[in-house]
């Protein structure tokens, strides 16, 4: 989710390009959600078999891919974006392997001056700059749903008023509230 806004300003900055997202499979689903992703790549990650990997870096390459933005970096993406052969690699500049990318930007993210996410977001406004791309700040929220979606989520919602569930949490807040605690909201 807090790589949500960088999409965002990449898509609505180019809404022409195609943006595909490398992710580890247990965040697949959330990807596949993202509107400002149009392909989801799965990651077979750094512990993988090396015909995996090897594998990988060919899916990647078959791609064609004009450029590479890793809001996460570590020796293993760097290398991955370089062995695929990715013309333009963007990183931070904070690991030893930095060198593997041709673009970097220092942000000192151990430091924690500012919410991940805008640190994401940096990193994008700094590849739009490279590119000669006017930036276009996002605007939450990042994902809608439908009206008929959101009635039908109310409904379900409306239906397991009363249910087993909602008593016992009742029921939690009850006994915080004997002991002197306030409830948690």
């Not at 995996?52 to 870096?57: A, D």
Request: with cysteine; hydrophobic share 40%; net charge positive.
């Amino acid at each position: 989710m807090l790589a949500w806004p960088a999409f965002a300003m990449l898509k609505q900055s180019m809404p022409g390009a195609e943006i595909t997202a490398l992710v580890p499979s247990y965040t697949k689903a959330l990807a596949e959600l993202c509107p400002s992703i149009d392909k989801v790549l799965v990651d077979c990650g750094k512990k993988a078999d090396k015909q995996s990997k090897k594998q990988l870096v060919a899916d990647i390459k078959a791609q064609g891919f004009d450029a590479s933005i890793c809001l996460f970096s570590d020796s293993y993406n760097a290398t991955l974006v370089w062995k695929a052969g990715i013309p333009f690699r963007l990183a931070p500049a904070t690991k030893i392997s930095q060198f593997l990318y041709n673009h970097r930007i220092t942000q000192r993210r151990s430091q924690s001056a500012k919410p991940e996410f805008e640190y994401n977001l940096d990193l994008i406004r700094a590849f739009l700059a490279k590119q000669s791309v006017p930036v276009k700040e996002p605007c939450a929220p990042y994902l809608t749903f439908s009206a008929e979606v959101l009635n039908e989520q109310k409904t379900k919602l409306a239906g397991g008023v009363g249910s087993g569930r909602a008593k016992a949490m009742a029921l939690c807040a009850c006994r915080q509230r004997r002991l002197g605690k306030q409830p948690v909201a």
